[in-house]
């Protein structure tokens, strides 16, 4: 996809996403704070840290159970897709599973924190040689959600992914331990 259908999918998708809850706002019943939910987002990255200085789109799944309006566990599938410059190129995917901190601001609205661990499958090539590397790492974010209907929600947010890499492989050509993610998402959650 080139950068003009990028942008053109993202102003679509984002104005869509934000332009719902307006709609809908006036006559949102209550619903149940407690159940599970899943949800889909898409966003963009920046993967930055020596040779893997890039950016992408990538695409997001999970499945959560909310307790109260206040706290929920998460669990996430992302594919960063393909990145790097020049002679790396990486590709990365992987799950988390997060604890979500939320506060309630009206009804409808509300701003959140999440933190957890990702487990990563990140392929390197460069240099003529290929490495696997499985990692399990921290994963920090925040956001902000606005209720559309009794069981779906809109939501933006950011998370940072790190990735950690072994120095000593690729005979030290690679100057950083491993590429820092930083991603914005905005997606659709459906609470059953």
């Given at each position: 996809?080139?950068?003009?259908?990028?942008?053109?999918?993202?102003?679509?998708?984002?104005?869509?996403?934000?332009?719902?809850?307006?709609?809908?706002?006036?006559?949102s019943p209550d619903r149940d704070a407690?159940?599970?939910?899943?949800?889909?987002?898409?966003?963009?990255?920046?993967?930055?840290?020596g040779e893997f200085d890039d950016s992408n789109d990538l695409y997001g799944a999970g499945v959560g159970y909310q307790?109260?309006?206040?706290?929920?566990?998460?669990?996430?599938?992302?594919?960063?897709?393909?990145?790097?410059?020049?002679?790396?190129?990486?590709?990365?995917?992987?799950?988390?599973?997060?604890?979500?901190?939320r506060l309630p601001v009206t009804d409808s609205f509300g701003v959140y924190a999440k933190a957890g661990a990702?487990?990563?499958?990140?392929?390197?090539?460069a240099f003529n040689e290929d490495e696997t590397y499985d990692d399990v790492s921290p994963v920090i974010g925040a956001g902000v959600d606005f209720r559309i209907t009794q069981h779906l929600t809109t939501f933006l947010e950011y998370n940072r992914y790190n990735v950690d890499i072994d120095e000593n492989d690729f005979n030290g050509q690679l100057n950083?331990?491993?590429?820092?993610f930083d991603t914005a998402q905005v997606g659709l959650k459906f609470q059953f």
């Open positions: 996809m080139d950068s003009k259908a990028r942008i053109a999918c993202a102003t679509v998708l984002s104005a869509s996403v934000f332009a719902a809850p307006v709609a809908f706002a006036q006559g407690s159940g599970p939910y899943i949800k889909g987002s898409y966003g963009g990255y920046k993967s930055h840290g307790f109260n309006e206040f706290f929920a566990l998460e669990a996430d599938y992302i594919d960063f897709g393909n990145f790097g410059k020049d002679d790396v190129d990486g590709k990365l995917k992987g799950g988390s599973l997060v604890a979500i901190g990702f487990a990563a499958a990140l392929d390197v090539d950083n331990d491993g590429p820092d």
